[in-house]
């Protein structure tokens, strides 16, 4: 479960020395877009040494990796050997791409004796839009992330402060995900400087059910995880709600003036175990 | 025959290496007085590690932590022998 993932570069050694510290929930280590070319093993033996030589590692680690129909799939995958990384965040996902990751993710399991690898789709393509619910079923996947970058560049759209544009594809990530049971997360908010857009944006995306939003920037972690984090008062709400539902031990019941039955008793569990997680209580 | 690796961004180093007739390594530090033992280190035990003998190895290093020194040098030894 996350609230806040944060992309870095694999190439810079100052994001990379500092990844424990941020206050965020998961490490993106980027082979793929941040990387140029000619710089893809350097990004990658500087993730790799560092894994390997670093006794404090994030929260969690995600490997977003160059796209499998690319020269450079088998070397970046070769730091699953590390043993040290939790999710490959596969870019360009589609049925077909995560059909060839996941052959080439079993060989390297069988040869090396690793455990089964994670996967987060990148639904950041039209194709994988239409496609995201085949994503969503595949037993490696736990996470939907929407590229929102990727996919108004592919439609010639422009990205606006309200997201009007990608409401069709935020929403269907969100249904495709909470119906599988795995986390979405939403699309980074890329004007670093604008603090009250990324406000709304994180808004909107959580009130239209995205769990988690990704971060290009450490100075957005603050405001991302204040956002999808449950409030005090949902805490408090939550606390209450179930020492009620407990001594009343009754399928409904009035609670502050409102009828509450099990859905509402499952949200007060959701919020509880959150706040757990999140160290809100 | 030569090889060059990272950059002279903060907490990166510059690492150059070329097949020489003898091993010689040199550092150049912002932290030399500090570290100047421990880059030397990183740099002779990769070399050992990478079984890589006769070099002449610069390292430029703008505090780098050591498996950053480690990594560079790495690639570097890599695009060397990949431009032999």
């Known amino acids: 479960m996350f609230r806040s993932l944060l992309f870095v570069p694999g190439n810079n050694p100052s994001m990379l020395q500092n990844a424990d510290i941020f206050m965020c929930d998961a490490i993106i280590f980027d082979l793929e877009d941040s990387v140029n070319l000619d710089e893809k093993d350097n990004a990658r033996n500087l993730v790799e040494t560092y894994l390997l030589t670093t006794k404090e ?9 160059n796209p499998v129909n690319s020269e450079l799939i088998n070397d970046d995958l070769k730091l699953l050997e590390t043993r040290r990384i939790d999710y490959v965040l596969l870019p360009k996902a589609n049925k077909i791409s995560l059909f060839v990751l996941d052959k080439i993710l079993n060989d390297l399991e069988n040869k090396f004796e690793l455990k089964q690898t994670k996967v987060i789709c990148l639904v950041e393509e039209a194709k994988a839009i239409i496609e995201v619910y085949d994503l969503a079923i595949h037993e490696r996947v736990r996470g939907l992330l929407l590229g929102a970058e990727d996919l108004t560049s592919e439609l010639e759209i422009n990205r606006t402060i309200s997201g009007e544009e ?13 119906s599988n049971k795995i986390i979405p997360i939403d699309t980074p908010f890329t004007d670093i400087n604008d603090t009250e857009g990324l406000i709304k ?13 990704t971060a290009i920037h450490p100075s957005q ?15 408090e709400w939550a606390k209450a709600l179930l020492a009620k539902a407990k001594t009343l031990n009754k399928g409904a019941f009035q609670f502050e003036g409102k009828m509450i039955d099990r859905p509402i008793i499952e949200k007060a569990k959701k919020i509880i ?6 160290d809100l209580m | 025959m030569e090889g060059q690796a990272g950059s002279k961004e903060s907490n990166d180093c510059l690492i ?23 880059i030397l280190k990183a740099v002779e035990e990769t070399l050992k590690e990478e079984n890589i003998e006769n070099v002449f190895v610069l390292v430029e290093d703008k505090g780098a932590l050591d498996y950053t020194i480690r990594a560079r040098l790495r690639v570097a030894i890599n695009r060397m022998n990949k431009n032999v």
Do not use: W
């Not at chain 2, 150059?16 to 421990?38: A, G, M, N, P, W």
């Open chain 1, 273 to 278: 175990e959150k706040a757990k997680l999140f």
């Open chain 1, 201 to 213: 944006d994180c808004k909107k995306a959580l009130n239209l059910g995205m769990k988690a939003k």
């Open chain 2, 16 to 38: 150059t290496i070329r097949k020489s007739d003898e091993t010689r390594i040199e550092i150049d530090s912002i932290v030399d007085h500090l570290f100047h033992d421990q």
């Open chain 1, 221 to 235: 972690l603050e405001t991302i995880n204040d956002i999808f984090s449950p409030s005090k008062e949902a805490i």
């Open chain 1, 166 to 178: 990608i409401l069709y594809a935020r929403s269907k990530v969100i249904y495709a995900a909470i």
């Open chain 1, 57 to 65: 590692l994030p929260k969690a680690v995600i490997l977003r990796i």
